[in-house]
């Protein structure tokens, strides 16, 4: 490890580190643009000089290895006058739009141009123009304030794996752009507003709708797929204006969905911020005392063996374990949160768990996908297979539909009966997987949800357990979800109760009658129309497929309305936290399960947050230490049976519209019309 001293200070650093990242180990700030430490380095915009001793002139820190006894000085008049120098050519041609321009308040360049720009150009030349480019629904490019510092080119290249865009001439004629005109084909374009030192790339949705000392800003979590990704809503008058990617290394690392991002318009559109109750086929507004009233009344009268409840996508686990201990008060034994007919054994912790963890997957050196396509179920997490990939060493087999996830892969085949081949050896994967030291097995719901998704299940337990992907200090077996809320529920044990019905038994006695009441906990997804005659009890934040067949409406609050538990596809509990209240007469879910048990006479022992809390820990000790990954026992799981000779499929064909807050966004209708209403998205080849 060479020694170097930077500014006076000593300090040793592994070898091939350059000198800006051990300045940065020391706390020395040097000035960048093009550097960013998850891309690789261009060494483009020249900002970050330095002196290094004996070198003839200021030299390019992020591009300088560290070397044996080497002395570099960060701020000595020859390197501020060389920055200067640098501040006045990016200015040039940089326009006067900081007035009007969405990244004024928090842009890299006004904040560098402070400290290292002059108070007059020496310029008279007219500016150099760019002209207006469509880069699609979610960014807005103004590329005459681009800098060319070339981050979402190395971006879309090399984590989005969507080379789409490039650079276009040379000299003083470059200009960033896509090669064709098209919009940019990736589910993870959003991070290229973030990426952006200037405010050449910034998000159309949000523009000119505040600026970023208006903005109150909260730390939350998102729910709208299973990752549980760190992020941050910005809000203001009541209204989530803009989300944006915290740093978690663990999980999302500073990458965020489009989905997650760009959906919260549909916060606010299609809400229900009042009571409803249906009469003559018509729902009225009515208060909450009218609602509770008629809600306690049909729970009183009906038989327990009548009734069941079925949590949604979306639903907070104090919510369910709330509806859990209404409906085990009540007697009632038909509960599910499976909206999609999963198969998942909750019997076993580690049989529905991504066990390898998402930052896992680095360590992993095989994979095998079966019935997932996690580019369009978790495309955070495709990132960081696709990380993994470009490091070499690494299969990828593929059982399931072809399709582009943006690294290379094998395709082994669609059918399901390929699981029980590579299981026993039969198929040349195996081997791989065998003679691998980590190998990861990925699981999706579009395996789990067929009519023999237990025996996939267990045939998937059978190959983990043959080629290795479980043994002493390794788990790779690893179940991909696509709701928010399953882990969780499923923690709760917000499943039937013995001798209840799942979700298709709820639909099926619904149908025939024998289920004459159904509490909807924000469950959307289920084919509403086989409810029968069943009284409907939708307790939920958009009027969506439940609402429209309900005759109670109970208004909730969404997740970002709310400090509310959700447990991610690894298993990891985290909180929410209200960035803005609920709107109208909505209500905190929790609060809402509690006050009916009130109506019906049923004392819940929670008043306030931290006794709900208490009462999670006490249904399972994991919800106890919140934001870490708790390992799971492994155990046996799945059902007996034959897997069927068909081809398997994948949950999620509309990455956009994938939940209520999805389907009321109006600017995930314009990426459905973009992206999905004619061929997919051109993604190139891979590296």
């Known amino acids: ?156 290249t090399e984590v989005a794996g969507v080379p789409d865009l490039g650079g276009i001439g040379r000299g003083e004629h470059m200009e960033i752009d896509t090669y064709v005109d098209k919009a940019i084909g990736t589910e993870l374009s959003g991070c290229l507003i973030d990426l952006c030192p200037v405010g050449a790339l910034t998000s159309a949705p949000y523009a000119f709708r505040a600026r970023p000392w208006e903005l109150k800003k909260t730390e939350t979590i998102d729910a709208l797929d299973a990752v549980g990704s760190h992020i941050r809503a910005d809000s203001k008058g009541g209204e989530v204006l803009r989300v944006m990617p915290r740093n978690n290394d663990d999980i999302n690392e500073e990458w965020l969905g489009d989905k997650s991002r760009f959906a919260i318009d549909g916060l606010m559109r299609q809400r229900l911020d009042r009571p409803y109750i249906r009469e003559n086929g018509k729902l009225r507004e009515a208060t909450w005392d009218e609602a509770l009233s008629l809600v306690s009344a049909k729970l009183k009268n009906t038989d327990a063996k009548a009734m069941a409840a079925i949590a949604g996508d979306l639903a907070d686990c104090e919510s369910v374990a709330a509806l859990k201990d209404l409906m085990t008060d009540l007697k009632v034994s038909n509960l599910d949160c499976r909206q999609d007919f999963a198969q998942i054994d909750p019997s076993c912790r580690a049989g529905y768990l991504f066990n390898a963890g998402i930052a896992g ?180 934040h958009h009027g969506d497929a439940g609402a429209h067949r309900a005759d109670v409406i109970l208004p909730g609050a969404a997740y970002t309305e709310k400090n509310a538990t959700y447990v991610n596809t690894e298993g990891r509990v985290q909180h929410t936290r209200l960035a803005v209240f609920p709107p109208g007469q909505a209500r905190e879910d929790w609060k809402i399960v509690r006050a009916v048990a009130g109506a019906i006479g049923i004392h819940m022992p929670y008043d306030n947050l931290p006794q709900i809390r208490a009462r999670l820990c006490d249904m399972n000790a994991v919800f106890a230490r919140a934001d870490l990954r708790q390992p799971a026992a492994w155990g046996a799981f799945g059902s007996a049976g034959t897997v069927a000779d068909e081809p398997l499929k994948t949950a999620i064909a509309n990455y956009y519209m994938t939940d209520p807050i999805g389907r009321a966004s109006p600017t995930m209708a314009v990426c459905v019309e973009t992206f999905l209403s004619g061929a997919e998205p051109r993604t190139g080849t891979h590296g």
């Open 361 to 540: 997957i680095e360590q992993a050196d095989a994979l095998l996908i079966i019935g997932s396509n996690p580019r369009r179920e978790a495309p955070v997490i495709n990132a960081r297979i696709r990380k993994r990939s470009l490091r070499g060493g690494f299969p990828v087999g593929v059982i399931g539909p072809k399709m582009d996830l943006t690294y290379k892969t094998e395709h082994l085949g669609e059918s399901a009966a390929l699981i029980e081949a590579i299981a026993s050896g039969a198929h040349p994967f195996a081997a791989k997987l065998k003679a691998a030291k980590n190998p990861l097995l990925i699981l999706g719901m579009g395996a789990l949800s067929r009519h023999d998704g237990g025996a996939i299940l267990a045939s998937a337990r059978k190959l983990a357990e043959a080629c290795g992907v479980v043994k002493e200090g390794w788990n790779g077996f690893s179940v991909l979800h696509t709701a928010a809320a399953r882990a969780g529920a499923l923690d709760l044990g917000f499943v039937p109760a013995q001798g209840g019905r799942d979700v298709k038994g709820i639909l099926e006695g619904a149908e025939k009658g024998d289920i004459q009441l159904v509490y909807l906990l924000g469950a959307d997804e289920i084919d509403m129309s086989r409810l029968g005659r069943a009284f409907v009890i939708y307790q939920g």
């Open 1 to 156: 490890m060479p020694k170097l001293t930077i500014d006076g200070q000593e300090i040793e650093v592994p070898a091939n580190t350059t000198v800006l990242q051990a300045a940065e180990m020391l706390g020395i700030e040097i000035p960048r643009f093009c550097y960013h430490e998850r891309l690789s380095i261009a060494g483009n915009c020249r900002m970050c000089l330095v002196e290094v001793e004996k070198a003839p002139k200021p030299v390019a820190s992020c591009a300088m290895p560290v070397g044996e006894g080497m002395v570099v000085r960060t701020s000595t008049p020859n390197v501020l006058k060389a920055r200067r120098g640098v501040m006045e050519l990016i200015l040039i041609n940089h326009p006067l739009d900081c007035p009007i321009c969405d990244q004024g308040g928090e842009c890299d360049l006004q904040d560098q141009a402070v400290a290292f720009g002059r108070d007059h150009g020496r310029y008279a030349e007219k500016k150099h123009a760019v002209r207006r480019k469509n880069f699609g629904p979610l960014i807005k490019a103004e590329m005459t304030r681009c800098i060319h510092c070339t981050r979402c080119i190395r971006f879309t």
